[in-house]
């Protein structure tokens, strides 16, 4: 009896969680006219084991838990062990009451530079820098982990976004670029700095609104759902007032832009009048998924 209760006890702790994240990992080497070489499969390989089986946070996971998400790394340039390259990082997570999945975050991070050789050992150490492939990478995870948790449970992200910033502080003793208050308005510094900036909280009020009081009753109440929606979007105004076209802003619309547009260009009609209005003047770029909106 007792073998059998320790058996069981590793069943339940082998086969009942799952690691946090369920992601694709792609290299793309196209641009450099050497796609084909070896270093860039191995590179995938052992990317999408490290970004797999890595345990990035404390919490178990259940199977149905993990968290769906895309890395594409596009690599423009290899000389030796030297990679120049962009990262675009999408994740999503279901809505409740149906097979819908929800974009929650799709960054392109153009500030990608790295030195890996090949068959390297993959290691993150959530306390010390190791490589800037492994700091982007954990960096970029980190939102991913923060954003999702935001999305079901207010400020649920802390825990994250801490440990982002805490990868942004100790990668600063390298020279790439991203790290940095210099390196601009829309680098990592810049995201993770505005996402913990009191001037940006209700950025962390529109992700939960949005899809806890929005996209997880739509299948209940769908006109409810959608003013939820509109109500959530109207934070952006006073967001907006502060700081005009800011980052985070444009961080969301990029990765909701299209489902906005697909929600309120079906029935049941709400009023929306006021939030085209709102879209236009914080979102510009999506403009044409704007005027796609009949109300």
Partial sequence: MRNLLILLVFFATRFGFAQELNCNVVVNAQLTGNENFQI????ETQLNEFVNKTQWTKRKFKPQEAINCNIVINVTGLSGENFDA??????????????YTT??????????????????NL???????????????????????????????????????????????YSQQENYKGWKLEDGLQSRFALIDNILSPTFKDFRTVMYNYHRNGMDIMSQNTKDAKNEIVSALTFFKAMNANRPNSFLARVFFDAKAEEIEQ???????????DLIELLNRI???HASKWRNIKY
């Fill in 103 to 120: 974009p929650i975050y799709n960054m392109n991070d153009k500030d990608f530079t790295f030195k890996y050789l090949e068959f390297q």
């Fill in 86 to 99: 962009s990262i675009q990082v999408q994740s999503s997570r279901p809505v409740f009451g149906s097979s």
């Fill in 40 to 43: 860039f499969k191995t590179l």
């Fill in 263 to 273: 929600i309120f260009s079906s029935g049941p009609n709400v009023e929306i009048a």
């Fill in 283 to 285: 979102a510009p770029t």
């Fill in 123 to 169: 290691i993150y150490n959530e306390n010390q820098y190791v490589s800037n492939l492994i700091s982007v990478l954990a960096f970029h995870i980190n939102m991913v982990l923060g954003l999702d948790a935001d999305s079901f449970s207010k400020e649920g992200g802390d825990v994250y976004y801490k440990q982002a910033q805490r990868i942004t502080n």
